[in-house]
């Protein structure tokens, strides 16, 4: 190879290496300036009363973005969900799909059988909701309704789905055992709750610096007082739950725990 040539291919060499260089310089100047963003967006938790948060994550939740997102979903389970619903639904049994949103696993167990209401807070959810219900033909009877504000009579129901992480949505404490509490009464007993929640795994969410600040400044009338560690903001509110600590909520509302699926996200609870 003559001289010039092994030059030419250095030179392309060093271009080409300093494009990477600098893209990836770029990233992470970029990756910090994101965490720096993401730990704004954690202030919320402290600076909005739950009022406040309910506010927010409902016009989040109604925004036509999510409906979109959620109504491409077409109706199909998750592993976790089918194994459950085949091994503690009644195949005919009369279901509540609570926190629905746009029909996804509503539609499909109505197609296999089983008497199906859902409700959900967003009135845009449930809209598209019930009109992919009539599209496909299926009788799922829908209402716009809060977790913590059931429309429904005492025993109306042989099973309760909640999926998604849904429970963890609700902020705070007292409102998921009002939710919880209107759960038990409307099941029938011996009726089986399937219900999904966000687990604190690892070192997530952040327990360190922001965690102590926050449970600090709740102690001012200025900030949430209802502010618990576990709490979080990332586009909308969840509650990440330490084990002992949603035990002891399904203990308040008398619920039995069937089975416990940490990893997976998942609870199944009784009303004996
Ligand atoms: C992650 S989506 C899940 C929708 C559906 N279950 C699915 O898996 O496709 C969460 C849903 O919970 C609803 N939601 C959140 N908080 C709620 C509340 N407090 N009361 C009623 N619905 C709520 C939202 O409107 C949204 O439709």
Request: positive net charge.
């Amino acid at each position: 190879m003559s001289g010039d040539k092994v030059s030419q291919m250095s030179l392309r060499y060093i271009a080409g290496y300093s494009l990477l260089l600098f893209s990836s310089l770029v990233r992470r100047v970029l990756n910090q300036f994101y965490l720096l963003v993401s730990l704004t967006e954690q202030f919320a938790v402290i600076v909005w009363t739950p009022r406040e948060i309910e506010r927010y994550s409902r016009t989040y939740w109604n925004s036509r973005e999510q409906v979109r997102n959620y109504a491409m979903l077409d109706d199909w389970l998750c592993a976790t969900e089918q194994a459950l619903v085949e091994r503690y639904f009644l195949k005919d049994g009369e279901l509540l799909n609570a926190a629905c949103g746009a029909g996804r696993e509503a539609l499909l167990l109505s197609r296999r059988g089983m008497k199906v209401t859902a409700c959900d807070w967003s009135p845009r959810m449930i809209a598209e909701a019930q009109r992919r219900a009539r599209e496909a033909n299926v009788p799922v009877r829908f209402a716009v309704a809060d977790l913590y504000d059931l429309p429904y009579p005492e025993k109306a129901f042989d099973c309760l789905f909640l999926t998604n992480n849904a429970y963890s949505y609700v902020c705070p404490r007292r409102r998921r055992i009002r939710f919880l509490k209107q759960a038990y009464s409307i099941l029938r007993p011996g009726g089986v709750f399937i219900m999904s929640f966000a687990p604190a795994v690892g070192s997530f969410p952040g327990k360190g610096i922001s965690q102590w600040l926050f449970m600090r400044l709740k102690r001012s009338a200025l900030f949430n007082r209802d502010y618990e560690p576990g709490d979080h903001f990332r586009y909308s509110f969840t509650h990440f739950f330490q084990p002992e600590e949603l035990r002891q909520e399904f203990d308040e509302a008398k619920f039995l725990v069937k089975e416990w699926l940490w990893d997976q996200q998942y609870a199944v609870l009784a009303k004996e």
